[in-house]
């Protein structure tokens, strides 16, 4: 049930990916079926993973200009998957993610900053139940012709975004702090 805060650090990584464009400016499209978008938690004192099955967005990415850049990612809440039909069930839920009002999380990124190498970070607003806070997201990309693949990982506290409400709020049960980790491949627009 944690696992909305998951979402943010998905919808963070998946913003990375707009660094990873090849030597001139360009349009990058997510290909889902070659990335994941994943999140991590702890229930009741054991870990668990899931990943967001349906997500998606737009990326712009000059390396010259890296500072330019643009990524506007979109994750569809009800599509998480932990492989626990009880807390898969709950995730979408009032209590957590709240699907039936807010059935969208998004991050967006404006502006991509080099770190060295191939490292960078994307800095964008994080939109979870309506709620938005500034996030980080460090990542690796490495660029291959017109594929760019990118790597991160996001430590968050769900209770910022209002994930978990009621006997959830707190961490008894369920963990505040969280982990997002992207996979990103994307394919640079012809």
Same mark, same amino acid.
């Given at each position: 049930?944690?696992?909305?805060?998951?979402?943010?650090?998905?919808?963070?990584?998946?913003?990375?990916?707009?660094?990873?464009?090849?030597?001139?400016?360009?349009?990058?499209?997510?290909?889902?079926?070659?990335?994941?978008?994943?999140?991590?938690?702890?229930?009741?004192?054991?870990?668990?993973?899931?990943?967001?099955?349906?997500?998606?967005?737009?990326?712009?990415?000059?390396?010259?200009?890296?500072?330019?850049?643009?990524?506007?990612?979109?994750?569809?809440?009800?599509?998480? %998957?932990? =492989?626990?039909?009880?807390?898969? @069930? &709950?995730?979408?839920?009032? !209590?957590?993610?709240?699907? /039936?009002?807010?059935?969208?999380?998004?991050?967006?990124?404006?502006?991509?900053?080099?770190?060295?190498?191939?490292?960078?970070?994307?800095?964008?607003?994080?939109?979870?139940?309506?709620?938005?806070?500034?996030?980080?997201?460090?990542?690796?990309?490495?660029?291959?012709?017109?594929?760019?693949?990118?790597?991160?990982?996001?430590?968050?506290?769900?209770?910022?975004?209002?994930?978990?409400?009621?006997?959830? %709020?707190? =961490?008894?049960?369920?963990?505040? @702090? &969280?982990?997002?980790?992207? !996979?990103?491949?994307?394919? /640079?627009?012809?």
């Amino acid at each position: 049930m944690s696992t909305p805060t998951y979402l943010k650090a998905a919808l963070l990584g998946a913003a990375l990916l707009g660094p990873s464009v090849p030597a001139l400016a360009a349009d990058w499209t997510i290909d889902p079926a070659h990335s994941t978008l994943g999140f991590s938690g702890t229930q009741t004192g054991a870990k668990f993973t899931g990943h967001f099955k349906n997500f998606g967005g737009t990326i712009r990415f000059d390396p010259a200009h890296p500072d330019a850049g643009h990524a506007l990612v979109a994750i569809d809440i009800a599509s998480a %998957a932990t =492989g626990d039909a009880q807390r898969d @069930e &709950a995730i979408p839920g009032a !209590d957590w993610f709240n699907a /039936a009002k807010f059935p969208k999380a998004t991050f967006e990124a404006n502006g991509f900053q080099p770190r060295g190498g191939n490292t960078y970070e994307a800095h964008g607003m994080l939109t979870i139940r309506g709620i938005s806070h500034p996030e980080t997201l460090p990542f690796t990309l490495d660029i291959t012709g017109n594929v760019a693949h990118a790597k991160g990982h996001l430590d968050l506290i769900r209770s910022s975004f209002g994930v978990g409400q009621g006997p959830w %709020a707190s =961490g008894q049960w369920v963990a505040l @702090e &969280a982990g997002v980790d992207i !996979d990103i491949t994307a394919h /640079a627009a012809p």
